[in-house]
Structures are given as C-alpha cells and as structure tokens.
C-alpha cells in the first residue's frame, strides 16, 4: 500500500520507516527541512535502537522517503498523522495547534475512500472535532493511539500486543478498519489483537494506560517514602507483592521517578480534560501521582547531601545518565538530568555522563559539565549518582574499578538497580530509594 506519515519527529519517523520495512510505499512530511534532509540521508535525528538500520533499508530499497511538500501525500491510501501534541504553556492541557495544522494542510489533497489515522495522544473528543472537518472530503478519520515504549519503539510498531482503532459507526468504520487491517497484516496474521471501537475509547485507551503506568510507578515510589520511615526495604516489598498475578512485577520499581515526553504531560492532560468534562474528581489522584513523583527527584538529591555530611557545595558529584532512560537520548522532563540541575543549583560540581543523550543535555542545560566517558564522569568523584540505568552503570561498573577513580565512597543508587552488599563490602555508603 501507499502510505503517507505527517510528522517525522519521535513518533512519525519510526512509523514511516517501519512501514516500509514491512513492504509498504510511505512518504514522511514534515514542515522542519532540517529533519528532512538528515532523513532523507539516512541519518536519524534521534537515538532509537534499530532506527538507523531500517531507515536506511527503506530508503535504499526505494520504499520510503521525505519530503516537506504535502502534495506528495496524493495517491496514498492511508495518511497517518504523528504530530506532537505537548502540553500548553502556563497550563497542563494539550497542545493540539500541530494536530489541527497537520489536517487542515492535508485536506486539500484528500480523496473520497482515503483513511486518515490519527496516531497522535490527543484529549478525548479531539477525533469527532477533527471527523467533521474531513467530511466533505469524503475521507474517513479513524483514530489508530500508539504505545510505543522509546528504546523498544521499532519493536513496538512492527509487533505490537495490541491494535486499537476507533472508527465511525456503520459501513464507513468498518471499511476503514479493514484498511488498517491490511497495513498491519503481518502483525495482524499471527494473531496481533485488533481492537475497533468508537472515537471516544480509543482516545482514552491510550490516556488511561499511561494514567496506569504512571500510577503504578508512583505508587510503588510512595511505598518507597513510607519505607525510608520505618527501615523497609521497598525493593524486597515489591518483589513480593509482584508476585500477586494481579499486581505483577514490571513497573514497580522504586527510584527517582517517570520522565520523558509522554508520561508527564499526558497524565497532567488526561487531568486537564477530565475537569474540561466536569469529572475532575474522577481523575484528582494523578494530582498526587505527579507530586509523588517530583518528590522522588528531591528525595535523591537529599540523599547526596546527607551522604556528603550535609552539604554538597564545593564538592565534585558525578552523575551517571542523562536521558529519561536507558537505550534513548531523550532528556524531555528527564529526572536524571532534574537531579544534576538541581545539585548544581547547591553548588556542587556536577559532571554528567550518558552514552546517547549529552547533545540534547547540552543544549538543554549547557551550565553543566558533560563527559562522553563514564570513567572521566567517575575520577575524582567525592559522591557518585545512577540516575539512568544504563548498562554500563548498571552492570559494566564493578565497585573495585570505582575505587581507583574516584576520591570519596559515597554512591547515591536513585534506580534501585546496584548490589548494595557489594559496594558496601568494598567501602562505599550506599544510598537507596527506600532501602535500608
């Protein structure tokens, strides 16, 4: 098929390119030049594990391309539209005047029978606003929420768990939706779930699973705080109740908190819209799952202080990450990069190490000091913080070879993800979230 892809940012860039890698013919628009030309060569604006590879077999296979000039959509049967859709300056709501500029640009060049997919995270109520403008096209508007997780994101858009796909009522739903059946059939063939439902839930599907995701993160974040009270240890706490079948391991892991572009803004959104709709009280404990995990962040840089006697002004911390996670370069709300702005603010002298992100750090917070390598970070370090598990602070960072680079033995673990016995053992204070 002839897809098109509006927006090549985070989202539209690996959807054009995985498109492609699974047979399809896709053209990516995008109004940013720059990001079109760094494309169109085969080089990915951002870090995303197997992006790179795919680009380039897509555009060396003839399949996929880029361009700024929306003309190019004419002929495709199916236009996604990926725009970004950040939260509103001075307030918690979405941003929609990218989603919005994304369709009135597109119609133009819409024929009856085309399928619009919206995968954008937008407030619910957004796609029957946006269905009304495309009808005189005679083009149906579906809307088609992503889950990418970054780091997995490829992955994610070629083999999902899940499809879901809000359409209109009556024949016109169900021909769009057996559309994006066929744009995803390989998937959809080894039995992928394809969920259709109305506009409305597809909207809140992909508000109310980062709503969960977020909760969860805290909650275990606040278990941590109750913890530090009383000489629990949250890690073992949430080893055992994951256990439950219904509760589950993943996402309770105790630390400095969620970032990054979808998390935080959404939660703040999905809260924003839920008051637009007179149901604020529906939703007023995600008012409490983000301040939980703010407080995450103030908690590790306490810790580096208590760790340090008291005061870390003058003294050389090393902070291990940047980006909001592992195997990404995005430092969007990152509280990584949160905890060494505000260890400088304190007078620290901060140097910050990440493998992927130090560009977009640098540009973000060019006050710090950055380090490509975690060694140069390490030496002559009176503290040390992990604030993004990558593996080579994870697991790559053995306590011995810390000790003959660093100057002090404090280590502050704000993910949870060391062997306190081990740095213990070899002379170091370690410092957990919610460990003993």
């Not at 997919?117 to 269905?131: D, E, F, I, N, Y």
């Not at 490829?154 to 809000?166: A, L, N």
């Not at 973000?364 to 080579?392: F, I, K, M, S």
Request: glycine share 10%.
């Amino acid at each position: 098929m002839r897809l098109s892809v509006i927006g090549c940012g985070y989202l539209g860039a690996v959807h054009a390119a995985a498109m492609a890698s699974i047979g399809h013919e896709v053209v990516g628009i995008d109004v940013n030049e720059e990001k079109v030309n760094s494309l169109s060569q085969g080089r990915a604006p951002f870090f995303e594990p197997q992006l790179q590879e795919i680009l380039q077999s897509g555009l060396d296979s003839g399949r996929l391309s880029f361009s700024t000039d929306m003309s190019r959509v004419h002929g495709a049967a199916v236009h996604f539209v990926g725009v970004g859709t950040p939260q509103q300056a001075g307030g918690h709501a979405a941003d929609l005047r990218y989603v919005d500029a994304a369709v009135n640009e597109l119609l133009p060049f819409l024929s009856p029978g085309d399928v619009v997919a919206g995968k954008s995270t937008v407030p619910v109520g957004t796609a029957a606003r946006l269905a009304e403008l495309l009808a005189p096209t005679g083009a149906t508007l579906v809307w088609n929420p992503e889950f990418l997780r970054e780091g997995w994101a490829v992955q994610d858009t070629i083999d999902p768990d899940r499809f879901v796909t809000g359409v209109p009522s009556g024949p016109e739903g169900e021909a769009a939706a057996n559309v994006l059946r066929d744009v995803y059939h390989s998937a959809v063939a080894k039995g992928t779930p394809f969920i259709v439902t109305d506009y409305a839930t597809a909207e809140l599907v992909k508000v109310a699973a980062n709503a969960f995701l977020a909760t969860k993160i805290s909650f275990i974040n606040a278990m941590a705080e109750i913890a530090e009270a009383t000489g629990a240890d949250v890690t073992q706490l949430a080893d055992a109740i994951g256990h439950d079948p219904r509760i589950g391991r993943r996402f309770l892991g105790a630390g400095i908190g969620f970032g990054g572009g979808c998390l935080p803004k959404d939660i703040r959104a999905f809260a924003a819209r839920a008051e637009e709709l007179g149901r604020r009280e529906s939703v007023n404990f995600l008012h409490e799952v983000d301040a939980i995990n703010l407080r995450r962040r103030e908690r590790a840089v306490q810790l580096v202080i208590d760790g340090l006697g008291g005061s870390v002004y003058g003294k050389r911390v090393a902070v291990l990450g940047a980006a909001f996670k592992p195997h990404s370069d995005d430092v969007r709300d990152s509280p990584a990069l949160d905890v060494a702005i505000r260890l400088h603010g304190l007078g620290a002298d901060v140097v910050v190490t990440d493998p992927e992100a130090l560009d977009n750090a640098s540009a973000l917070h060019p006050q710090l000091t950055y380090v490509a390598e975690r060694d140069d970070a390490l030496r002559g370090a009176d503290a040390v913080v992990v604030v993004t598990e990558w593996d080579q602070y994870r697991r790559e960072m053995s306590p011995s070879h810390v000790n003959g680079l660093a100057s002090g033995r404090v280590i502050v673990d704000g993910r949870n993800c060391l062997d306190p016995a081990a740095w213990r053992s070899a002379g170091w204070t370690y410092l957990g979230m919610g460990r003993p």
